[in-house]
């Protein structure tokens, strides 16, 4: 497993690690592929799929975000940093 990074955006809360389709895991049960991005908006209840980012071996994210504005209102962009294997064909 890995641990994910998150950061909170607005009303928005966002993870990034690797994880295993649309099955629901914020950490794929498989091994650390499939770098995604998901999103919740309901304070972590609910995770959906923002972004599939790397499908090959990928680990060790760190998420931040540029933001303007406050509360609800914070606009911005989030940035991922994250190592992968260079060598691996999709």
């Known amino acids: 497993a890995c641990q994910p990074s ?9 993870v990034a690690a690797p994880q295993l389709g649309n099955s ?3 950490v794929n049960p498989q091994g ?7 999103v919740s908006n309901n304070g972590g209840q609910a ?5 599939a980012v790397f499908a090959g071996p ?4 760190s998420l931040a ?3 303007g504005g406050s509360g609800s209102e914070a606009r911005g962009e ?3 940093f994250f190592e ?3 060598d691996y064909l999709a």
């Open 32 to 38: 650390r592929y499939n770098m995604t991005v998901m």
């Open 47 to 51: 995770w959906s799929v923002l972004r």
């Open 58 to 61: 990928s680990m060790y994210s």
């Open 78 to 80: 989030l940035l991922l």
């Open 65 to 67: 975000t540029t933001h």
């Open 6 to 14: 998150a950061v909170a955006l607005g009303s928005s809360l966002y």
């Open 84 to 86: 992968r294997a260079d």
């Open 24 to 26: 629901g895991h914020l």
